[in-house]
Nanobody, 123 residues
Framework: QVQLVESGGGLVQAGGSLRLSCTIS????????MAWFRQAPGKEREFVAAINWSGGRTNYADSVKGRFTISRDNAKKTVALQMNSLSPEDTADYYC????????????????WGQGTQVTVSS
């Protein structure tokens, strides 16, 4: 059983920064790639960023490249998303996701999901 718990969301002004964190609890070692997705009101869920097990390979959506950074600490079983230069278009619920495959891509199968944390960026 894998459980993911996100934290760090909140309200921030445009141009500001937030750091999201995802804590992983698992009975067995079944998580490899990790990712963040987001879903804005009235829109479909979209891929934001992903990272492989070692942290040596990452992928980002074009809309966040250069502004967001995904990282992980396997010893602490956490994955973080540092978000800088936020804009109102980044307002969404952000979800942490885990895959049993070490392929950090948007299309990878993510079997485990957190409950989400809300990010609101005011203009």
């Amino acid at each position: 059983q894998v459980q993911l718990v996100e934290s760090g969301g909140g309200l921030v002004q445009a141009g500001g920064s937030l750091r999201l964190s995802c804590t992983i609890s698992e009975r067995t070692f079944s998580v490899a790639a990790m990712a963040w997705f987001r879903q804005a009101p009235g829109k479909e869920r979209e891929f934001v960023a992903a990272i492989n097990w070692s942290g040596g390979r990452t992928n980002y959506a074009d809309s966040v490249k250069g502004r967001f950074t995904i990282s992980r600490d396997n010893a602490k079983k956490t994955v973080a998303l540092q978000m800088n230069s936020l804009s109102p278009e980044d307002t969404a619920d952000y979800y942490c996701a885990a895959s049993p495959y070490n392929r950090p891509y948007a299309s990878s199968p993510y079997d485990y999901w957190g409950q989400g944390t809300q990010v609101t960026v005011s203009s």
